[in-house]
Structure formats: C-alpha cells, structure tokens
C-alpha cells in the first residue's frame, strides 16, 4: 500500500479500527461519529504534537482552563488529559509528565474525554 502512494498520484481511504496501522501509515486521519466529522487532522498533528498529559485532579483542572482544546478522561486517581501540543504544555506546566499521543489515544479523548 505505502508503495502504491508513493508516486504522489494515487490514495487509500482506509478504514480501520486498527488504530495502530494508522500510526504507521496515514496521511490525514478523519475521525466520523455518528455521520459528523469529529476532526481531521494530519497524522503528524496527532502522532507528533499532541500529548497525553498524567495529572492529579488539581493539574488537570489549573491545565484545562489554559489549554485550548484540552480534553479530559478521568481514572480513579488520576486524569489524562489530550492537549494538542505537548510541548507548549511541557514548557508550561513542567511538572506534569506528557506523553505522545497515539491515535487511539486522540479518538478515545476525543470520543470520550470531557473538554473545558
């Protein structure tokens, strides 16, 4: 497939709950729930900026309310929270650890998690 899209002439619309064959592949990801469009994104935007921030109840609420478009999933002791660029919220709030989001991690916030 990746050799098929190379040439810069042809494309696949590939559906997949796979989200891992996503991470390695795709150009653009559009999430569609329920006929609407959720986003569409570039892979990198996902895959490269975005981040999945760990924090405690107190964190999470100080980062939702400065991060535009953070959105959040709640655990029993902690919150994860999607910010769209990790590294910004990094350099702001450098005592909260942010891992790179997957895609599966981006659909699941985006689906499921609670924006501010």
Not at 11 to 39: E, K, P, W, Y
Not at 59 to 67: G, I, N, P
Not at 85 to 112: G, H, Q, S, V, W
């Amino acid at each position: 497939m990746l050799a098929f899209v190379a040439d810069g002439q042809h494309s696949v619309l590939l559906s997949s709950h796979i989200t891992s064959d996503l991470d390695r592949t795709a150009d653009r990801v559009i999430c569609i729930d329920n006929g609407s469009i959720v986003f569409d994104l570039p892979r990198e935007d996902i895959t490269d900026r975005a981040g999945i921030a760990h924090c405690t109840q107190a964190q999470a609420s100080e980062l939702m309310a400065c991060v535009e478009g953070a959105r959040a999933a709640h655990h029993a002791y902690s919150v994860d929270v999607l910010v769209p660029n990790r590294r910004e919220a990094l350099e702001a709030f450098p005592e909260i650890p942010c891992d790179r989001a997957t895609i599966d991690d981006y659909l699941r916030l985006m689906l499921k998690g609670a924006s501010k």
